[in-house]
């Protein structure tokens, strides 16, 4: 079938051809998604009529067969005789490329992936999201020897070991203050003649009475503003995204970094780990049996991973952190190693 064409739309399909011609060489030396574009362009023109196109002898070709004569109403034999030149030769490279399978040189990305990136065994394991924040709890002077108004024994040997910790890929790194204010209820000052360490107190919901709970009584420390209060010396500060302070409302006691029994008080902690994208929480700080331990166990209340590195912490009172230390294992705190495969699993994160 001879198709007629006027002379704009020959010359439209002429350069139809030659984009055509180019996009397969092109496709030829880069990209195997250009079969796909030597299949579009080989087709019949989108803007004629379907009773228009060309006739093809081979499916998705849209070339006249050689010898036929796509003749242009009304234009001279010398120049059909070039144009018939031109086509014959555009026809010739289009069947010598169609005859050669497009065969990329680069391999399947797959492939390319799976050597560049091999996939260890326990691959499925490594899938679930692994997020870890630090949080280093109340590393302040008043909790560390010598002169801490209420000192936790080796309180200050922990430094080496945490500042190692705040060089690994946690995110965020978070460190906490015990900022009381000087009327704060845990000081046994504030109750006559109380001993610290040995006596209690009730505090009371401060807007339901009937909820209560005893709490241990403390020497003064970590008054805001005051010496003690200050972060230790040794801490790597640098390396902290953010410091939160923590049992400011003279009325409650106030052990974890994320709020106290009532929840009068709340420092955002989980709110801010939540918006971090953060799975598991590793603690470390002073003291272990008190405001470390209600920190990993809050952690754990709010959904997150709960790890304590034990060479990070110490307790205040060690005659008791063996019976503590299993309280807490009970409740679901991972008590790890800094040498173990969590802290390993840390440092192999990007
Ligand atoms: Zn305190």
């Not at 024994?153 to 015990?178: C, E, V, Y």
């Not at 003291?287 to 110490?314: I, M, N, P, Q, W």
Request: glycine fraction near 6%.
């Amino acid at each position: 079938m001879e198709v007629a064409l006027s002379p704009a739309r020959h010359a439209h399909v002429w350069r139809s051809r030659r984009q055509a011609t180019h996009a397969v060489q092109v496709s030829d030396a880069t990209f195997p998604c250009m079969e796909i574009a030597l299949a579009s362009c080989l087709s019949a023109p989108s803007h004629l009529p379907s009773n228009q196109k060309p006739s093809t002898r081979r499916k998705g070709l849209s070339i006249p067969p050689i010898g036929s004569s796509a003749r242009v109403a009304g234009s001279e034999p010398r120049s059909e005789s070039g144009a018939e030149k031109r086509r014959r030769e555009t026809v010739r490279r289009r069947r010598a490329l169609i005859s050669t399978p497009l065969v990329h040189p680069i391999v399947s990305p797959t492939a390319n992936l799976a050597r560049r990136q091999p996939r260890p065994a326990n691959a499925m394991a490594d899938a679930k999201p692994f997020k870890p924040a630090l949080v280093v709890v109340d590393f302040q002077e008043d909790f560390c020897p010598p002169n801490g108004s209420l000192a936790v024994p080796g309180g200050r040997s922990i430094a080496p070991l945490i500042n190692h910790l705040l060089a690994l890929p946690f995110s965020p790194k978070l460190a906490t203050r015990d900022w009381h204010p000087p009327n704060h209820t845990s000081f046994a000052a504030n109750h006559g003649d109380a001993p610290p360490f040995t006596s209690t107190t009730t505090v009371a919901h401060p807007s339901d009475p009937s909820r209560s709970y005893s709490t241990t009584l403390w020497p003064v420390h970590c008054v805001q503003g005051s010496p003690g209060a200050r972060l230790v010396s040794e801490l790597d500060v640098a390396r902290v995204d953010a410091v939160i302070d923590k049992g400011m409302d003279p009325r409650v006691e106030m052990y974890s970094a994320f709020y106290d029994p009532f929840r009068v008080s709340d420092s955002g902690l989980a709110e801010r780990l939540r918006r971090a994208g953060v799975t598991d929480v590793f603690v470390v700080g002073l003291a272990a049996d008190f405001c470390v331990r209600a920190t990993a166990e809050h952690a754990l209340d709010e959904g997150f991973g709960s790890y304590v590195v034990e060479e990070g912490t110490k307790p205040v009172l060690p005659d008791k952190w063996p019976e503590c230390r299993r309280d807490m294992l009970a409740r679901g705190v991972k008590m790890i190693s800094a040498e173990g495969d969590d802290i390993a699993r840390v440092k192999s994160l990007p």
